[in-house]
């Protein structure tokens, strides 16, 4: 196969990838998730519902596939973050504090997150090789910060990247306000002694 024709299909394969996750997380907004039958995606997806069943089996497969390319853009994120140029402590403690509302058992986390989250953990999504991912990616943030001198350098970089994804999963009831302010306490660089 021409390697333009493979290019075009991967491709559309991507981009009906795309819309049928698209479709769903659109349909369980607008109607819950129990009422989002396969049919109602093929046609929110512009797509034959023979073509639906070539790429997913059932509504769960689907959210476990969404739970998948949203944790590539929490960690795209991550990973854009630290090749910031100006990146800064706050930038890192703003961040972590809006991770919070996309986490299922934040206070303002959406229905679609936490459900899909829930099946992915069911169907045995690999999450310890998702967490060492997210942590390498949180370290190297870290560090970045360190060269940079915004935080603290008496600790391993890893151990403060288990804290900021800990923070990430702070319960509900703590306030934003007063997370950030942690973070900030705990990983900012020292003053030097005088």
Do not use: C
């Amino acid at each position: 196969m021409p390697r333009l024709w493979a290019d075009t299909m991967d491709t559309h394969r991507r981009q009906v990838n795309d819309a049928i996750l698209d479709a769903t997380a659109e349909l369980i907004a607008e109607h819950g998730p129990l009422s989002v039958a396969m049919s109602a995606i093929a046609e929110r997806a512009g797509i034959g519902r023979a073509t639906l069943y070539k790429y997913f089996p059932d509504v769960e497969s689907i959210l476990v596939a969404w739970h998948a390319r949203d944790f590539a853009g929490h960690l795209a994120r991550v990973e854009a973050l630290s090749e910031a140029p100006d990146l800064s402590l706050d930038d890192v403690v703003t961040f972590v504090t809006a991770q919070r509302r996309h986490h299922p058992h934040g206070k303002g986390s959406d229905l679609l997150g936490t459900l899909a989250h829930t099946l992915a953990d069911a169907h045995g999504a690999p999450g310890p090789a998702i967490e060492r991912e997210i942590v390498t990616a949180l370290a190297q943030l870290v560090r970045r910060l360190v060269e940079l001198k915004q935080v603290r350098n008496d600790h391993d970089p890893e151990v403060l990247a288990r804290w900021l994804l800990h923070a990430a999963h702070a319960p509900a009831d703590l306030d934003d306000v007063a997370v950030a302010q942690l973070l900030v306490d705990s990983l900012a660089a020292k003053p030097p002694s005088r």
